[in-house]
């Protein structure tokens, strides 16, 4: 893509799209494209503009709402045709054919391979007769003053002088 716009001069965002090879293996993955019931609206942004979008955010870990500043894509069409690939498989079918490709070039040693991981949730805290914390020793809500008693405890308090 040109960054700058010959017939007006403007300058256009860059942005790095895939190339030509792996675009054509992923168009051969996607779905047939839904014909819009009423036949009107706009017309659907461009795959590759929106593969190109989905993997920018992928890519740089930015939110769908940056893509608006990028000029590749809205920020709603491809989150949208994200949320319609993944149903459709799309991008676990991407990921198998990536493993297939590098088992292919480098081999994946598969007897060496483990799986690990946790399906509930970490306990909060240790055993029950677990050591306290050093923290603070006042409670939450409890602020003390620079003298070094709580607001409020009882001891010599000062009287205001009362006009006569």
């Not at 399906?119 to 003053?145: F, H, I, V, Y």
Request: charged content about 25%; glycine content about 10%; overall charge positive.
């Amino acid at each position: 893509m040109d960054a700058t716009n010959r017939t007006s001069g403007v300058q256009e965002p860059r942005y790095w799209g895939m190339p030509d090879a792996l675009w054509e293996r992923i168009q051969a993955l996607l779905p047939p494209r839904p014909a819009h019931p009423l036949g009107c609206h706009r017309p659907r942004v461009d795959d590759r503009r929106a593969m190109d979008a989905i993997f920018f955010v992928l890519r740089t870990g930015c939110h769908w709402n940056a893509l608006n500043a990028t000029g590749i894509c809205s920020s709603s069409a491809a989150h949208r045709r994200f949320q319609e690939w993944s149903k459709a498989g799309v991008f676990e079918q991407i990921w198998a054919l990536g493993l297939q490709e590098y088992d292919a070039l480098q081999g994946i040693q598969w007897a060496y391979q483990a799986m690990d991981g946790a399906m509930t949730k970490a306990p909060l805290g240790g055993e029950k007769n677990r050591a306290q914390s050093n923290g603070p020793q006042q409670a939450g809500d409890e602020a003390q003053s620079a003298g070094g008693r709580p607001w409020g405890a009882p001891g010599r308090r000062r009287r205001r002088r009362q006009l006569q």
